[in-house]
């Protein structure tokens, strides 16, 4: 299981974004960059031999420092220098046009907090290590940066209901994709990357693994709060490249004719007020 940049409604969050100074600068916690440090020392070791090479040749750009919280503005001068991309502050949570409308202009939404020690493991709201830990090496990468950019422009264009079925195509690759690389399968999905049970399980025997289809992808269902059953997998990153050259509208449209597939999951358990 793991945090997600994912469109959602907004609603009210439990957590508080940092604001920075009038220099851009967010002064972190000593707290908050042990926490920081903690995930990075614990994933690291975990992500070694299982994930794709694209996603070391974007580490090794960003050059991430393990002991503190990095400042946005060192992402942005290497996202800027590779793909054209920046970052952008958000709140923890931000609506369906707002996600859109920045990923379209090739802005990457980052909530600037961080988890606190006692939710290490998991959190329903994208935190600042989930995004640039988990996905701001992608975005090193052009393929990947490329098949963002669309699906942000799809997004801003697309209806509600439109909007329900490329949240899952997003799903199935942005955050929880895996590749097949010479090296054997990898990971490249970030809601994966971030998190270490999600690492292990992902590449182990225990769910399913389907070839990508982009059409199979748009009719899976998905739950956030559990390890994933179902993994697509991509023949090589450029299959991303390909898609977003692809009349993408088109597959959501059949998807919604032909249906969701039936959830190889159990129903979420509702909460009963006492």
């Not at 859109?100 to 006692?118: D, G, K």
């Not at 690759?173 to 992902?202: M, N």
Request: proline residues 8%; negative net charge; contains cysteine.
């Amino acid at each position: 299981m793991a945090t997600q940049t994912q469109p959602i409604a907004a609603k009210p969050s439990q957590y508080q974004a940092r604001m920075p100074d009038a220099e851009g600068h967010i002064a972190y916690s000593d707290q908050e960059h042990a926490t920081w440090q903690t995930l990075m020392q614990r994933q690291l070791p975990i992500l070694e031999n299982r994930v794709c090479q694209e996603y070391l040749d974007g580490m090794e750009r960003l050059a991430l420092p393990e002991t503190r919280i990095p400042q946005l503005a060192e992402i942005d001068r290497v996202l800027e220098a590779t793909t054209g991309w920046q970052t952008a502050q958000v709140p923890a949570l931000i609506p369906f046009d707002t996600f859109f409308e920045l990923l379209a202009h090739r802005r990457f939404p980052v909530a600037t907090f961080i988890r606190t020690p006692e939710e290490l493991d998991y959190l329903q709201e994208p935190d600042i290590f989930h995004e640039i830990f988990g996905h701001c090496p992608m975005l090193t990468n052009p393929a990947f940066a490329d098949f963002t950019a669309t699906y942000g422009k799809l997004g801003l264009a697309a209806s509600p209901k439109e909007r329900v079925y490329l949240a899952r195509l997003y799903w199935m690759t942005v955050e929880f994709g895996l590749v097949d690389t010479p090296q054997g399968r990898r990971i490249y999905g970030g809601g994966i990357i971030s998190s270490p049970k999600e690492t292990l399980h992902a590449l182990s025997d225990a769910p399913e693994h389907h070839a990508f289809d982009a059409l199979e992808a748009l009719r899976t269902p998905y739950r956030i709060d559990i390890l994933q059953p179902l993994y697509y997998v991509l023949d090589d990153l450029e299959t991303l490249h390909d898609l977003s050259r692809q009349d993408i509208m088109a597959l959501v449209h059949r998807a919604m004719e032909l249906g969701l597939h039936d959830p190889k999951f159990p129903p979420k358990p509702k909460v009963v007020d006492a």
